[in-house]
């Protein structure tokens, strides 16, 4: 599939972290008539502009109603949605509906790694890939990978710091390679993929702004903090192993978290793709390390106790 008519864009999840990031930028481009798809018992609010369909996810004729004159549609749902794969239910839809191009909700892990497959928490977005190449005659796809987000991951303290308090966790000593994104850079990145079919369809896409250690961080957090930060130690052997106790123990959320950190800092490789970076090729500028830690500071000072 060459070309791929690119005027009816639906994005799922648009209330979430990285939907909240797309929309915008898919609203502020005129080629695209924009569609929001979002739960019928969500209490997620949208831009008046913005046409919004409400689904019980679970009635699939109409989930495929909804999707029924959309050329594109991208999913960035999160939350138990992951965990149940809607991703595949979506994409099934997609393939009845006559969708032309789909992006799975992914913007992590390089899912073409083969140490990808060590967490089960990959198994549901796995076997959407496969689904995908089978189909990608009918159904075009573009996978997205971007590694940590930068920006979101530290505020959160997702990746171990903790801005407030000048504190951070490193794993196997913070010395491995890991990529990593801007997230309020994703809305730009999706409109840049969505305009160059010709570089993206049925591909993966590699998105980065950086490739650094957590070491990296913590001296640039020390430099722009102007203090010594206090460190303490894990390991990613035994981050992986509690994760899948909780994860077997119904301990859902911090099996999760655990599988995650356990896997992007273990320098295996599925979270490192400096090699294979597309930012270049679709005319996205990248933001250095330094700037990025030197914005985390800035947006965290007001935190600071
Ligand atoms: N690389 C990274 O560091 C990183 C960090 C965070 C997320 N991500 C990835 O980004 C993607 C989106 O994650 P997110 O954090 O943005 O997700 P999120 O904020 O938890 O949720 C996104 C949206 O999904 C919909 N949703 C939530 N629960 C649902 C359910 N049970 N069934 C159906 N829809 C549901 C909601 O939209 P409605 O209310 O409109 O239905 C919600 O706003 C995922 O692929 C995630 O792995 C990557």
């Known amino acids: 599939m ?5 005027r009816n864009v639906l994005l799922v999840g648009a209330s979430g972290n990285a939907g909240k990031n797309i929309l915008p930028a898919l609203l502020a481009d005129t080629n695209f008539k924009v569609s929001v798809l979002s739960r019928a018992n969500s209490s997620a609010t949208f831009p008046a502009n913005v046409n919004i369909i409400h689904v019980n996810y679970s009635d699939k004729p109409a989930l495929v109603k909804a999707l029924t004159d959309q050329d594109v549609v991208i999913s ?11 991703d595949k239910s979506i994409i099934e839809a997609c393939l009845q509906a006559g969708v032309k191009w789909f992006i799975p909700a992914e913007y992590g892990f390089d899912f073409n790694h083969d140490s990808a497959s060590s967490i089960p928490i990959n198994n549901g977005r796995l076997e959407n890939i496969k689904i995908l190449k089978e189909n990608q005659s009918n159904l075009a796809h573009t996978f997205v990978s971007t590694g940590a987000f930068l920006d979101w991951g530290l505020d959160t303290g997702f990746l171990g710091f903790d801005i407030a308090n000048r504190m951070v966790t490193l794993y196997d000593q913070g010395k491995h390679l890991v990529s990593g994104m801007i997230l309020k850079n994703l809305g730009k990145t999706i409109v840049a993929i969505l305009h160059q079919p010709q570089l993206t369809l049925n591909k993966r896409i590699y998105i980065a702004d950086a490739t650094f250690t957590q070491q990296d961080i913590l001296a640039l957090f020390e430099k722009y903090t102007n203090v010594k930060w206090a460190v303490k130690h894990a390991t990613t052997e035994e981050t992986l192993k509690n994760a899948e106790e909780a994860w077997a ?10 599988f995650i950190l356990g896997l992007a800092y273990s320098g295996k490789g599925a979270c490192d793709f400096e090699d294979k970076i597309n ?9 250095s ?17």
């Open 2 to 6: 060459s070309y791929v008519k690119c």
């Open 76 to 86: 960035a749902v999160g939350g138990d949605a992951l965990l149940n794969n809607l």
């Open 249 to 258: 123990n119904g301990n859902i959320l911090n099996g999760y978290i655990g």
């Open 279 to 287: 930012n270049q090729d679709l005319g996205l500028e990248r933001v």
């Open 289 to 305: 390390l330094e700037q990025a830690i030197k914005e985390a500071v800035q947006r965290n000072e007001i935190n600071v106790h």
